[in-house]
């Protein structure tokens, strides 16, 4: 079935570091990917999503690129702040299916 | 603007008892969503429905566990006679048509099972 394996945490950077947390997946077709994100007390957000091979998704300054011959949708921040600090989580929907395979979350903590 | 309300947020309750969770989607929003998460895991997806018609349900959902959504608008979800395993987090979630996988959570109901 599918499955998303994310980068395990907790991930702690400096405030403007450079940031990635990896993912990738396992889909029998050819899904749409997505990053959602949860800061504290909040319930999950869309992050930003890619729905076709080499899409990228783009939003608050987060990218990430669907890689079909790596399997992969890595979240790429330039300069992190500390308002970043939240749990990420990667997911994947095949083409016709609702359902929303998640990966475990990575918690990213920045510090000033 | 009112996102996804769920309600109560937290409940404990005695293995055994019955427990009802609410959720109130965006109000244009047809297809609703619950969810389960566990400490340190994703969300895991347990069904979801289209209007008032529930179209998937996961394994996941036990004969202890029933969603409805009678008219198309809230959804309850029901555990009957409550397991210590079912202590986690119910996560409600929507979304409008043709917008597959972008969806808006609601904070979730925190289940407890002592």
């Known amino acids: 079935g599918d499955s998303v394996t994310q980068m395990e945490g907790p991930v702690t950077l400096s405030e403007e570091a450079f940031l990635t947390i990896n993912c990738t997946y396992t889909?029998?077709?050819?899904?749409?990917l997505f990053w959602y994100v949860q800061y504290p007390g909040e319930g999950l957000q869309l992050l930003l999503k890619?729905?076709?091979?080499?899409d990228k998704g783009s939003n608050k300054g987060f990218e990430a690129t669907y890689r079909k011959e790596t399997t992969s949708f890595h979240l790429e921040k330039g300069s992190v702040q500390v308002s970043d600090s939240a749990v990420y989580f990667c997911?994947?929907?095949?083409?016709?299916?609702?359902?929303?395979?998640f990966g475990t979350g990575t918690r990213l903590t920045i510090i000033p | 603007d009112t996102g996804v309300s769920q309600d109560p947020r937290h409940k404990i309750t005695k293995r055994g008892q019955n427990v009802t969770f609410r959720c109130d989607p965006i109000?244009?929003?047809?297809?609703l969503y619950w969810y389960r998460q566990t400490l340190g895991q994703g969300p895991e997806f347990l069904t979801y429905?289209?209007?008032?018609?529930?179209?998937?349900k996961s394994r996941l959902l036990s004969d202890r566990f029933s969603a409805e959504r009678p008219k198309g608008s809230f959804s309850t979800l029901e555990i009957q006679r409550t397991e210590q395993g079912d202590s986690a987090m119910y996560l409600c979630?929507?979304?409008?048509?043709?917008?597959?996988?972008?969806?808006?959570f609601g904070e979730g109901s925190r289940l407890t099972v002592l």
């Open positions: 979630a929507s979304s409008k048509r043709g917008a597959a996988g972008e969806l808006f």
């Open positions: 109000s244009e929003h047809n297809r």
């Open positions: 890619a729905t076709k091979a080499d």
């Open positions: 889909a029998t077709g050819y899904p749409s």
């Open positions: 997911a994947l929907s095949e083409v016709g299916n609702e359902k929303l395979t």
């Open positions: 429905f289209q209007n008032e018609a529930q179209l998937e």
